[in-house]
């Protein structure tokens, strides 16, 4: 969990949902969210992250069904008063987000990388519907770049021998004609 905090003002709680199998953080901060207690010092904002990239209520479900989780949702996630929704993310978002991780994962594997091929991008806008799987995506990519390429082609998203690459790009071969080899610019 992160905390942001001025020193007298509010505070901000930052809660990714737990996956399967792993231990369920709200028991560590169920309190805290319940409306029902009074809270003595400057008020807390929670703000929960459902990792699926799907809607307040899937979130919810999936809360319901864990341990306390029902009576949680009951007091907690009750009116629009105390929830809002962030949509998901938009075609901008996902290259936006797809750029960063490409130079993230550029940076960890000690590679200089400055253009993205526009079909690449075009592939994890069409293909990733969460950040975490963007990061993958690229994670995968950077890996694929040869030593002193400072391109991320749409290649780079396939290991050698991967017939996907070449559906997609048949599926959408109007687009890649678009396209062609046009890059756009990710660093110096």
């Not at 990061?135 to 694929?144: G, M, N, P, S, T």
Request: charged fraction near 25%; hydrophobic fraction near 35%; include cysteine.
């Amino acid at each position: 969990m992160t905390e942001s905090r001025s020193s007298n003002g509010p505070r901000a709680c930052y809660e990714v949902d737990g996956r399967k199998g792993e231990d369920w953080p709200y028991d560590v901060i169920y309190k805290k969210l319940d409306l029902n207690e009074l809270q003595e010092h400057a008020p807390v904002v929670f703000v929960l992250i459902g990792s699926s990239g799907g809607t307040v209520t899937k979130l919810g479900e999936t809360i319901r069904s864990r341990y306390k989780g029902k009576d949680m949702i009951d007091r907690i996630l009750e009116s629009a008063q105390h929830c809002a929704e962030i949509p998901p993310m938009g075609v901008g978002d996902t290259v936006c987000v797809y750029a960063s991780k490409i130079l993230e994962a550029a940076e960890a594997e000690g590679k200089t990388l400055r253009e993205v091929e526009k079909f690449a991008a075009f592939h994890a806008v069409l293909t990733c519907r969460t950040p975490r799987q963007i990061k993958l995506l690229a994670d995968q990519a950077v890996r694929r770049i040869p030593a002193g390429h400072t391109q991320v082609l749409y290649d780079h998203h396939f290991e050698p021998g991967n017939n996907t690459n070449k559906t997609f790009r048949d599926q959408h071969s109007d687009v890649a004609s678009a396209f062609g080899k046009q890059t756009f610019r990710i660093g110096e």
